[in-house]
């Protein structure tokens, strides 16, 4: 499990740390995984020319520190200054093995740009002088030190002007915004340095390959078609294809079998494509509803929320939702549908994705997958697990309606709503990595139904 803790989880560890070791330790051994990550990047440090942005905290210090390792191994470093004061103990270090102070607007054009600027402690935006000062060295590799600059670091908003990593070095565990976008896009590849902290349990977290693995259902011996699971599909009544989609994602065999409820007509198209698919004539253990469904999707919930099972809610049926839901319920917006669900516009929900998936949860008391980049799963009370796993190829028409296929099969085959949704997601997301051939072709949604055991197979 890949976690991500809050800014003051962070500073209680690092506390608790520091109380036991000698001053400065963390900071070198920050800075120590900040100067090999450059190094890196360059391919060397010998004649490396490397700017660091210094702001006034901490996070100027590690740059500093990083900066005189490197500069030890031939770098030559400059500093521009951007805080109210620097941290003095680095500096000196870095001026005694030859790193130069320049004022904003006169560094040397650098290899590589160290973002130092403001680490947790920093307040979200940048000042005007960070601002013109990035602007010089467009084009540059940045490497920023715990976190881009400017990026609200416990929700992964990006409300004002903020440094766009290459690479982001972070330190003792992740942060919210390094999973969370619109902050994560700006973080560029993650790094994580090991510090020595020791961690409560993480608020926000994304699932391994390891995870999924130990989450997934698998048949065992005694078990026959029933007892694996059998999954209910109502969809596609306005737009077949979203049906056979919804289908798609949900025969990928990860259930013992799967029961189509919509119209005859597009029944028999199903069947075409899917002849292990039954009729809808006997119990299900869970639903998927919503898909192409148009305006028979307020009756497909309905009908669905009659039985006491848990109910995939997609799509069209998300403005049907009851109040209290009798069951439990995963919800799969994509930000315009949540927008409309929370009653505000689609850019306050894209631009503040974290806040809005858990309020959604909490709301109707469901778990909320919200579709992106980084698709979040927010189960109510807080926790929320986010897909790293995909390529842009995935945002691709009918991409949803397999993903809600496919966690509705794994809510069938006996996993927790949120469990369901955060595996379901990074399946899809992996099989369209696989699909594409690592982000290298095109694909279309059934090519990532279709990928789906394959991925299963590396697990
Ligand atoms: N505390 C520790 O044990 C460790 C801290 N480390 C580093 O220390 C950082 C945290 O340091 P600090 O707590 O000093 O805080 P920061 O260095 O993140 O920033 C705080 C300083 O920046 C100023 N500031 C805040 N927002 C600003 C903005 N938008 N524009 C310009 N200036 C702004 C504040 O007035 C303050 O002086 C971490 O991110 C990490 O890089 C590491 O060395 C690892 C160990
Ligand atoms: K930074």
Same mark, same amino acid.
């Given at each position: 499990?890949?976690?991500?803790h809050?800014?003051?989880q962070?500073r209680?560890?690092?506390?608790?740390?520091?109380?036991?070791l000698?001053?400065?330790?963390?900071? /070198?051994?920050?800075? #120590?995984?900040?100067?090999?990550? $450059? =190094? !890196?990047?360059?391919? +060397?440090?010998?004649g *490396?020319?490397? &700017?660091l942005?210094?702001?006034?905290?901490?996070?100027?210090?590690?740059?500093?520190?990083?900066?005189?390792?490197?500069?030890?191994r031939?770098?030559?470093v400059?500093?521009?200054?951007?805080?109210?004061?620097?941290?003095e103990?680095?500096?000196?270090?870095?001026?005694?093995?030859?790193?130069?102070?320049? /004022?904003?607007?006169? #560094?040397?054009?650098?290899?590589? $740009? =160290? !973002?130092?600027?403001? +680490?947790?402690?920093? *307040?979200?935006g &940048?000042?005007?002088?960070?601002?013109?000062?990035?602007?010089?060295?467009?084009?540059?590799?940045?490497?920023?030190?715990?976190?881009?600059?400017g990026?609200?670091?416990?929700?992964?908003?990006?409300?004002?002007?903020?440094?766009?990593?290459?690479?982001?070095?972070?330190?003792?565990?992740?942060?919210?915004?390094?999973l969370?976008?619109?902050?994560?896009?700006?973080?560029?590849?993650v790094?994580l340095?090991?510090i020595?902290?020791?961690?409560?349990?993480?608020?926000?977290?994304?699932?391994?390959?390891?995870?999924?693995?130990?989450?997934?259902?698998?048949?065992?011996?005694?078990?026959?078609?029933?007892?694996?699971?059998?999954?209910?599909i109502?969809?596609?009544?306005?737009?077949?294809g979203?049906?056979?989609?919804?289908?798609?994602?949900?025969?990928?065999?990860?259930?013992?079998?799967?029961?189509?409820?919509?119209?005859?007509?597009?029944?028999?198209?199903?069947?075409?494509v899917?002849?292990?698919?039954?009729?809808?004539?006997?119990?299900?253990?869970?639903?998927?509803?919503?898909?192409?469904?148009?305006?028979?999707?307020?009756?497909?919930?309905?009908?669905?929320?009659?039985?006491?099972?848990?109910?995939?809610v997609?799509?069209?049926?998300?403005?049907?939702?009851?109040?209290?839901?009798?069951?439990p319920l995963v919800?799969?917006?994509?930000?315009?549908?949540?927008?409309?669900?929370?009653?505000?516009?689609?850019?306050?929900?894209?631009?503040?994705?974290?806040?809005?998936?858990?309020?959604?949860?909490?709301?109707?008391?469901?778990?909320?997958?919200?579709?992106?980049?980084?698709?979040?799963?927010?189960?109510?009370?807080?926790?929320?697990?986010v897909?790293?796993?995909?390529?842009?190829?995935?945002?691709?028409?009918?991409?949803?309606?397999?993903?809600?296929?496919?966690?509705?099969?794994?809510?069938?085959?006996?996993?927790?709503?949120?469990?369901?949704?955060?595996?379901?997601?990074?399946?899809?997301?992996?099989?369209?990595?696989?699909?594409?051939?690592?982000g290298?072709?095109?694909?279309?949604?059934?090519?990532?139904?279709?990928?789906?055991?394959?991925?299963?197979?590396?697990?």
């Amino acid at each position: 499990m890949r976690s991500a803790h809050t800014v003051e989880q962070v500073r209680a560890a690092e506390q608790a740390l520091m109380a036991q070791l000698p001053d400065g330790t963390l900071m /070198a051994r920050a800075a #120590a995984g900040l100067a090999a990550a $450059v =190094v !890196d990047l360059l391919g +060397g440090a010998y004649g *490396r020319r490397v &700017l660091l942005l210094v702001g006034s905290g901490d996070n100027g210090g590690d740059a500093l520190y990083a900066g005189t390792l490197l500069a030890r191994r031939g770098s030559a470093v400059e500093v521009v200054p951007l805080g109210s004061t620097v941290h003095e103990a680095g500096l000196a270090a870095l001026r005694a093995v030859g790193g130069r102070v320049v /004022a904003t607007g006169e #560094a040397a054009r650098p290899d590589v $740009v =160290v !973002d130092g600027i403001v +680490g947790i402690g920093g *307040r979200p935006g &940048l000042r005007d002088d960070a601002a013109a000062e990035l602007a010089r060295h467009e084009g540059v590799p940045v490497v920023a030190v715990d976190v881009p600059s400017g990026v609200s670091v416990d929700d992964g908003r990006v409300d004002g002007p903020h440094v766009r990593a290459d690479v982001t070095v972070t330190f003792g565990t992740h942060k919210v915004a390094h999973l969370v976008d619109p902050a994560a896009t700006a973080c560029g590849a993650v790094l994580l340095v090991d510090i020595g902290l020791e961690l409560p349990t993480a608020p926000v977290t994304a699932l391994q390959p390891d995870d999924v693995a130990a989450l997934l259902p698998r048949p065992r011996g005694a078990d026959h078609k029933y007892t694996r699971g059998v999954v209910g599909i109502r969809t596609g009544t306005a737009y077949p294809g979203a049906g056979l989609l919804s289908v798609a994602g949900a025969a990928t065999g990860l259930v013992g079998m799967v029961r189509y409820a919509g119209p005859d007509a597009v029944f028999e198209q199903v069947r075409l494509v899917h002849p292990e698919v039954v009729a809808a004539t006997g119990r299900v253990q869970a639903w998927v509803v919503g898909s192409g469904g148009g305006e028979a999707a307020g009756a497909d919930l309905a009908s669905a929320l009659r039985d006491d099972i848990p109910v995939v809610v997609d799509a069209d049926a998300l403005a049907h939702l009851p109040a209290e839901p009798p069951v439990p319920l995963v919800l799969t917006p994509h930000a315009g549908e949540l927008a409309r669900m929370l009653g505000v516009e689609r850019d306050e929900v894209e631009a503040r994705q974290l806040e809005h998936a858990r309020a959604a949860a909490e709301r109707w008391n469901a778990v909320c997958l919200l579709k992106g980049r980084h698709t979040l799963v927010a189960a109510p009370g807080g926790d929320v697990r986010v897909t790293t796993t995909g390529v842009p190829w995935l945002a691709t028409a009918g991409a949803g309606d397999v993903l809600a296929g496919l966690v509705g099969a794994l809510l069938a085959a006996g996993l927790a709503p949120y469990d369901a949704a955060s595996v379901g997601s990074w399946l899809h997301g992996a099989a369209a990595t696989y699909a594409s051939d690592g982000g290298r072709a095109p694909i279309t949604a059934l090519d990532v139904a279709r990928s789906v055991p394959a991925v299963i197979r590396t697990l």
